[in-house]
């Protein structure tokens, strides 16, 4: 049996990837594939507390959840994804450093 | 197990063994994601990284989520991913940086977020063993049950939000 704190190193390290790329990453896919991989991350937590809960026979709340956020991030892609290529061929660029007209 | 410096380390079972080198797999791609500067091999690193999350739900016995992760991230969203990038092409090579001016600060930020975590993580009490879980094709049985009387509402509007974002998509990137 491994250990819940494995599991939950692993999501921090992959939780933390993800909020680097997301801040530090110039290119709009190359952020949006740093939340991918944060919501991963708390999907790998969520199914890991489910599994070392109390009855994870009885109660499967850790696994909808995860499923649902599964879903959910499917949309979340799709819809980000088709901002990008809008925005990509309004402005030609998708350097998010450039798309600055909303900043006063 | 007798490491130099006297560090006593406990010998990993099998289990644990195998855990390690999905989980080295899975933070590695996930490194490799973030640090690539071209970002074809980003998304690459991506796709193996959604396979060794999948692994790690082998590990965790949710088998359906497993298949779910596979399906959904490897077939749907890398696929998606790798289409933008072919779609939008700039920044692809590396000719330029591909970090904003801030990556400094965000990089510090992420790694005392990632030592904080660790110790949150190492402190607690966490309960030392799971229970069993047996009979798994009763175990699917019984999450597809929830989704259609505890988690109903729930299950319906995300069915409803992921119509409505893919038609949202489709409207958004159609050419005018």
């Avoid at chain 1, 892609?77 to 809008?86: C, D, P, T």
């Avoid at chain 2, 790690?56 to 998606?80: N, P």
């Avoid at chain 2, 597809?144 to 998509?169: D, K, P, Q, S, W």
Wanted: hydrophobic share 60%; net charge negative; proline share 3%.
């Amino acid at each position: 049996m491994v250990p819940l704190s494995w599991y939950l190193m692993l999501a921090a390290f992959l939780f933390s990837c993800g909020l680097y790329g997301a801040l530090a990453r110039r290119n709009a896919i190359a952020m949006l594939m740093g939340i991918e991989l944060m919501l991963n991350a708390a999907n790998i937590n969520l199914v890991a507390f489910w599994r070392h809960g109390v009855g994870p026979m009885e109660d499967l709340t850790g696994q909808a959840f995860a499923v649902l956020i599964i879903g959910l991030a499917a949309a979340e892609a799709a819809v980000g994804l088709a901002l990008i290529i809008a925005v990509y061929r309004e402005r030609r660029t998708i350097d998010v450093d450039e798309l600055d007209i909303l900043s006063g | 197990m007798q490491l130099p410096l006297g560090i006593e380390v406990p010998i990993p079972t099998f289990e644990q063994f195998v855990f390690i080198q999905v989980a080295l797999l899975t933070a590695v791609a996930g490194l490799a994601v973030v640090m690539s500067r071209n970002l074809f091999h980003s998304a690459l690193a991506l796709t193996l990284t959604f396979f060794g999350v999948a692994g790690v739900y082998v590990f965790l016995e949710a088998e359906f989520l497993a298949v779910s992760q596979v399906l959904v991230y490897v077939g749907a969203i890398a696929m998606l991913i790798a289409f933008a990038i072919m779609l939008t092409r700039s920044m692809m090579y590396g000719r330029t940086s591909p970090l904003n001016n801030q990556w400094g600060k965000s990089s510090l930020f992420a790694f005392l977020f990632f030592i904080g975590l660790l110790a949150f993580a190492r402190a607690t009490p966490w309960p030392a063993v799971g229970e069993e879980v047996v009979a798994d094709e009763a175990l699917i049985g019984a999450l597809g049950r929830e989704f259609v009387t505890t988690y109903v509402i729930a299950f319906e509007v995300l069915g409803l939000l992921l119509l409505l974002a893919l038609v949202g998509a489709v409207m958004l990137a159609r050419d005018r």
